[in-house]
């Protein structure tokens, strides 16, 4: 299964390290769909923006809800998550790799990328995700075991998505 994950400690941490993956690869000429996500910090809020960019070339949708400082729980905007997905859905035909920023609870529960997920890997597309360690045991339930964990080492991912694009193009 072309289908791996990383796993950095650290808030945001698998964010930048994905945006960075995802621009390497597409400076190579890779047709990437999926999401990567950017955290903007705000003096007046504890917690940060979280906006992610639907690959290749946008939009960019806010996926946060401001409810506050003060305000507990989740704060994801569910609606423009799936605004996210509709957006991926239409680049995953032309793609030759995905990238999804984050499984969250969304795809825990079936829903969010789960599918498309699972789409690009039964068409045989390579399928990069990051996954926390509180997701991992949900993540590797909906692979069924045949994930890749994969350091958190840029030259080891990008030798890994490079492999496996070679695979398919040969």
């Known amino acids: 299964m072309k289908l791996a994950y990383i796993s950095l400690p650290g808030r945001g ?3 930048r390290f994905l ?6 690869l597409q400076d190579d000429g890779i047709r990437l769909c999926g999401t990567v996500q950017s955290n ?3 003096t007046d809020r504890a917690k940060c923006d979280m906006d992610i960019m639907v690959l ?3 939009p960019v949708l806010r996926i946060s809800e401001d409810r506050g400082d003060l305000a507990r729980g989740c704060r994801l905007d ?6 996210a997905v509709i957006g991926v859905a239409a680049a995953l035909p032309h793609a030759h790799m995905m990238i999804v920023n984050k499984f969250g609870k969304q795809e825990c ?3 969010g990328l789960a599918t498309l ?4 890997v039964e068409r045989g597309i390579p399928v990069l995700v990051g996954v926390n360690g509180l997701n991992l045991p949900a993540f590797r339930a909906f692979t069924g075991g045949a994930e890749t964990a994969l350091p958190p080492e840029t030259d ?15």
Not at 117 to 120: G, S, T
């Open 109 to 111: 529960e079936g829903r």
């Open 78 to 83: 569910a609606d423009a998550l799936e605004t």
């Open 117 to 120: 997920i699972a789409d690009a």
């Open 19 to 24: 945006a960075g993956i995802a621009t390497a």
């Open 40 to 42: 903007i910090e705000r």
């Open 56 to 58: 290749p070339d946008g």
């Open 13 to 15: 941490a698998n964010d």
């Open 156 to 170: 080891a991912v990008l030798t890994w998505c490079r492999r496996q694009l070679a695979e398919i193009a040969a």
